[in-house]
T-cell receptor, first 116, second 113 residues
């Protein structure tokens, strides 16, 4: 079964520093991969998605992620952290073969803290 | 901007009581999902609807949980009786197609005492 593993449940960076949130996937076929963000007491919002069109994917709020098949990774990065980036970030993968039975499966999340 | 509406935002109940959550997806979204998110964890799928039909409810504890989407629009998730371990955020999401691009509501936070 397809799944994702997020390395590091908590990450702290200084404002203006590089943000790197790690995600590795296990899949026997090329997956569809996603990053979602969740602000406190809110639902999740899609940041970006990989659907095999391009290995470097750009998302909202200056985030991007690179699909690396050789490393089975889909790490999320942002060159310069802003205080408003403090949130929980979830990596996710499509699970299931096809059609309406396909489902989104989430990792356990990484809480990002941005220090002034 | 269209949003997924959920109510109530917060619910406190005692164990053994009945609880119900309501979700109104974005207009035109055929697929509707109910996820449960325990504090500090990622969301876990409880049930998925395609229009009014259940596509997957394999992770739904059917002895106490039920979900319906009678007219293929809004949906209700019910828990009866509630247990202490049911304390969590219940998230509803919808999508046009099943490509992983989900639109989430703000969630309903349940506390069972």
């Amino acid at each position: 079964a397809q799944s994702v593993t997020q390395l590091g449940s908590h990450v702290s960076v200084s404002e203006g520093a590089l943000v790197l949130l790690r995600c590795n996937y296990s899949s026997s076929v090329p997956p569809y991969l996603f990053w979602y963000v969740q602000y406190p007491n809110q639902g999740l919002q899609l940041l970006l998605k990989y659907t095999s069109a391009a290995t470097l994917v750009k998302g909202i709020n200056g985030f991007e992620a690179e699909f690396k098949k050789s490393e089975t990774s889909f790490h999320l990065t942002k060159p310069s952290a802003h205080m408003s980036d403090a949130a929980e970030y979830f990596c996710a993968v499509i699970r299931g073969s096809s059609g309406s039975a396909r489902q989104l499966t989430f990792g356990s999340g990484t809480q990002l803290t941005v220090l002034p | 901007e269209a949003e997924v509406a959920q109510s109530p935002r917060y619910k406190i109940t005692e164990k053994s009581q009945a609880v119900a959550f309501w979700c109104d997806p974005i207009s035109g979204h055929a697929t509707l999902y109910w996820y449960r998110q325990i504090l500090g964890q990622g969301p876990e799928l409880l049930v998925q609807f395609q229009d009014e039909s259940v596509v997957d409810d394999s992770q739904l504890p059917k002895d106490r949980f039920s979900a319906e989407r009678l007219k293929g629009v809004d949906s209700t998730l019910k828990i009866q009786p509630a247990e202490l371990g049911d304390s969590a955020m219940y998230l509803c999401a919808s999508s046009w197609t099943n490509t992983g691009e989900l639109f989430f509501g703000e969630g309903s936070r349940l506390t069972v005492l």
